[in-house]
Structure formats: structure tokens, C-alpha cells
């Protein structure tokens, strides 16, 4: 009975080592950056990451397939990689995806770096806002910058340093299989199973020199979503959407003060307005394309209350093409403005500007018709003799009249002013 004992004892401890040493989860967490980094996707990899610790998932396949996008963020999701409690295996893929400049950082900050055939990574090279290269003192500062920080982590992966510096210095861009062949990265593989396949069971070390074993088989893939917000702000931080978000908004709220009362113009102008200026502060913004704008818009204005012969509505939209081609100078051109989005809203919006500054304009200027403004200037007949006193018929209605001259009845006057309920006339 005690023999018996005992070997129960030594079977549940034996349990309990195999469930402390095998995956927490059956779960691998793949993330998909198809996107241009910038703030927004930067902070769904970090929540992605987030939810695979929480979960304790056994891995996490991060999908890439962007152009690049901010050095910021790109830092981030770098620094998030390397301090992740799972392990994280970068993986450009499908077929014919990239992950150049920022997305090249990207690629090799992961456990386990993975392309698929047929895709490239690299061209890397530090520019400036408006996407040329950096010249002279700052390009060598900038591209030192960028140099050392790819060599940190690259080197301490057990990767080619110095072929990974090249893609900075040199701008140059690999196919999988060159990376593979320099040993930038570990495998070309075409999908996620075959990354399940080839890594299971596999022992890698982490940044922090621990060793650890992958689980891969059998687990299920989990694909972690941006959410609603998310998508929303990812989708706001095109250059071109809040461009037209901007002058949407200004347009709306122009339209409501103009006309109290209607409401939804406001109301969306506002929520326009609101949303573009969230995306101004994310994005690398020239404010003298913003003056630029502005001017445009004042000149639009006075082509309304002046006669200039198209003068200063031509000069409005020379300015608002250069200010909208200059406002956002990001690294990569889906980070910057294009000629026919600017095109496609300077026309219109300079048209309507125009036409409603007008209406407003000349609404004002149009002389009353009703109340004691409406009896200025009209004509009507002296029904008695009038000096300090008297009676004229004005648009069929009886009026106390006075002149400074005096004028007999019969005679054709005009109302010069009102005076209470009097009115001062003069004889036509």
C-alpha cells in the first residue's frame, strides 16, 4: 500500500512538471501591419503584443507589408518587440509584399525573421520631410543615428550588421532569398503553416540571451484586429483625407455661422475640423503650407466683395495648390500630399468660397424692404400742404410728413428718413 502511495506521488508530480513546462496557451497571435507606420498602427502592434502576454500565446507572427512611415513610431514597435515576453517572429508576407525603410527595422528587431518568396525589404536611408536625402553634416548625423541603432539589436540577433547598415547607408533593398544567403534573415517561407512547420520544437534565444524552445504545432491562429478607433484614426491620418477633412470643416462652419440654425453643416464641419487636426498632430506638418491655405482662403474672400477681374481668385488658387502640396512633407510619398487630391478640392473649393462670400455679401448690401428702412427713397404724394407739418400717401398708407422746404399739396415727394413715426420727405 505505501509502495503504491508513493508511485501515485511520483505520477502527479510528474503531471504537474509536464503542465509547468508545456505552452500556457494554444494560441499563436498574428499581427497584421499592412499599413504606413505611423502613430496609430505603432500603438495596435503594442496592444497586439500586449494581448499575446496577457493571454500567454506561445508566439506571435507579425505580418508585414508596408512602404515604411515615421522613424517615432517605427522606434516603438522596435523597442516593443525586443522587450516582449513572447517570443515574436517577423514575417513579410504574402507573396510580392515589402517592408521597406521603417519596416526593414522591423523585420530584424524579430526572434524570428521570416520572407516570404518573392518579397524584398531594405532602402532604408534616413530622407528628409519633403523625401530628399539629407545632405552634409546632418545626413551623416541622421544616418550614424540610424546606423548604430540597426547594428544594436541586429548583431546582439546574431544577424549580418553589417549588410543590415548597408540597407541604411547605401539604400540598398534584398529579396528574400539574398537576405537569407547574407544571413539578414533565418528562412524564406511562403505562409504561416509552413512557419508552424519549420519552427516547432525549434530553440531560439531571446534578447536577453534566454533560451527558449517554440510550441508551434497544434496551436490555433489567432488574428488580433485593430479596433473600430483604430481603424477610424489609421484611415484619418492619410494626408490626402485630412486635407479634405480640413476644408470640409472650415467650409461647414463658415456655413453655419452664415446661416444660424441649420445645424448639420456645423455639426459636421466640426467633427471634420476636429478629426483633421488630430491628424496635422501626428503627421509632420510644414505650417507655411498651412499659410499658404489660409492666405488662399483670404484671397478667395476679397475676390468676392472686390472687383479684381479674377485676380486675386487666380492668386488663391496658386496659393492653395503650393500650401496644400507643401502641408504634410512625410518620408515616403503615401506620407505626403498628392498633385490630384490638391487639384480636385482647390477647384471647387474656390468656386463655392466664392459664390456664398458673394451671396453673404451682397445680402447685406441689399437695401431693407420692410420696417421704416423700406420706406427710404420711396415715392408717394402730398395730400396737404407741408412744411413743419403735414400728410403724404406713401405705398398706400397715410404718414405724418415734414420738409425743410415747404411743398403744396398734390406735389410728388420722396422719403428722405424716418423721424419716430414721422417721415422727413422732399418734393421730386
Request: proline share 4%.
Amino acid at each position: 500500500m505505501k509502495s503504491l502511495r508513493n508511485l501515485t506521488l511520483v505520477c502527479l508530480c510528474a503531471v504537474v512538471l509536464a503542465l509547468a513546462q508545456a505552452p500556457a496557451s494554444g494560441k499563436i497571435v498574428q499581427i497584421n501591419l499592412g499599413d504606413i507606420v505611423h502613430p496609430v498602427s505603432a500603438a495596435y502592434v503594442k496592444d497586439g503584443l500586449n494581448h499575446a502576454k496577457d493571454i500567454g500565446a506561445r508566439a506571435v507572427i507579425l505580418r508585414l507589408d508596408t512602404p515604411g512611415g515615421l522613424v517615432d513610431s517605427m522606434r516603438e514597435i522596435v523597442e516593443a518587440i525586443l522587450s516582449s515576453p513572447v517570443p515574436v517572429i517577423t514575417w513579410v508576407g504574402p507573396n510580392g509584399a515589402r517592408a521597406a525603410s521603417a519596416g526593414f527595422f522591423i523585420l530584424l528587431a524579430g526572434d524570428v525573421a521570416v520572407m516570404a518568396p518573392g518579397t524584398n525589404s531594405g532602402a532604408a536611408h534616413p530622407v528628409t520631410a519633403t523625401g530628399q536625402k539629407i545632405e552634409d553634416v546632418m545626413e551623416k548625423k541622421v544616418v550614424s543615428d540610424a546606423s548604430a541603432y540597426i547594428r544594436s539589436y541586429t548583431a546582439k540577433r546574431g544577424r549580418n550588421a553589417q549588410l543590415a547598415e548597408l540597407g541604411i547607408t547605401e539604400s540598398r533593398s534584398y529579396t528574400g532569398e539574398e537576405a537569407l544567403k547574407n544571413n539578414l534573415i533565418d528562412a524564406v517561407i511562403s505562409d504561416v503553416a509552413g512557419i508552424i512547420e519549420q519552427y516547432d520544437e525549434k530553440e531560439i534565444r531571446r534578447f536577453d540571451d534566454r533560451p527558449e524552445t517554440l510550441h508551434l504545432r497544434g496551436a490555433t491562429i489567432e488574428t488580433f484586429e485593430m479596433n473600430t478607433r483604430q481603424r477610424i484614426l489609421s484611415r484619418v491620418l492619410d494626408p490626402n483625407l485630412a486635407l479634405i477633412l480640413a476644408l470640409a470643416g472650415l467650409l461647414g462652419l463658415y456655413v453655419e455661422i452664415t446661416h444660424p440654425g441649420l445645424i448639420l453643416p456645423g455639426v459636421i464641419g466640426g467633427i471634420s475640423l476636429i478629426l483633421a487636426l488630430f491628424a496635422f498632430n501626428m503627421l509632420p506638418v510644414n505650417w507655411a503650407g498651412a499659410a499658404l491655405i489660409l492666405l488662399a482662403i483670404v484671397l478667395f474672400v476679397l475676390e468676392a466683395t472686390m472687383t479684381s477681374h479674377g485676380i486675386l481668385a487666380i492668386g488663391g488658387i496658386v496659393a492653395m495648390i503650393a500650401g496644400g502640396l507643401m502641408l504634410v512633407q512625410g518620408p515616403i510619398p503615401q506620407l505626403r500630399i498628392r498633385l490630384s487630391t490638391t487639384l480636385a478640392v482647390t477647384f471647387p473649393l474656390s468656386i463655392i468660397t466664392v459664390i456664398l462670400v458673394r451671396l453673404v455679401y451682397l445680402s447685406h448690401r441689399t437695401k431693407s424692404i420692410t420696417g421704416g428702412e423700406g420706406m427710404i427713397g420711396e415715392a408717394g404724394v402730398a395730400k396737404t400742404d407741408i412744411h413743419t407739418d403735414g400728410k403724404v400717401l406713401v405705398h398706400g398708407e397715410y404718414w405724418n410728413a415734414f420738409s425743410d422746404r415747404p411743398i403744396p399739396a398734390g406735389a410728388h415727394v420722396r422719403v428722405k428718413r424716418m423721424q419716430g413715426l414721422k417721415v422727413e420727405v422732399e418734393q421730386l
